[in-house]
């Protein structure tokens, strides 16, 4: 898979396997791992930010997504997105 960038768009399934099109929001690395915030597309282009989910799927080394595996990690990685947020 290629590098994933900021705005890009792509299609995932979510738990009942039905496809979802999500926006990347943000991206940034944490102890060599890439992460990025993505919130379904859907919900971006009704610019209502209370009812926008945002969540973060990690990047592997094949350039493959995948869940956060632990809690520890999840608050780690939100807290690298609250401050990116916090900067704009």
């Given at each position: 898979?290629?590098?994933i960038k900021v705005?890009?768009?792509f299609t995932i399934s979510d738990e009942t396997n039905e496809?979802?099109?999500v926006e990347v929001l943000a991206k940034v690395t944490l102890e060599g791992t890439d992460y990025v915030a993505v919130g379904f597309a859907e919900d971006l282009q009704n610019e209502n930010e209370e009812d926008i989910d945002?969540?973060?799927l990690k990047?592997?080394?094949?350039g493959d997504l995948s869940a956060i595996d632990s809690d520890e990690e999840f608050?780690?990685?939100s807290e690298a997105f609250d401050a990116i947020i916090e900067e704009d």
């Open positions: 898979m290629e590098e705005g890009e768009t496809d979802q099109t945002i969540f973060f990047i592997d080394n094949e608050e780690k990685v």
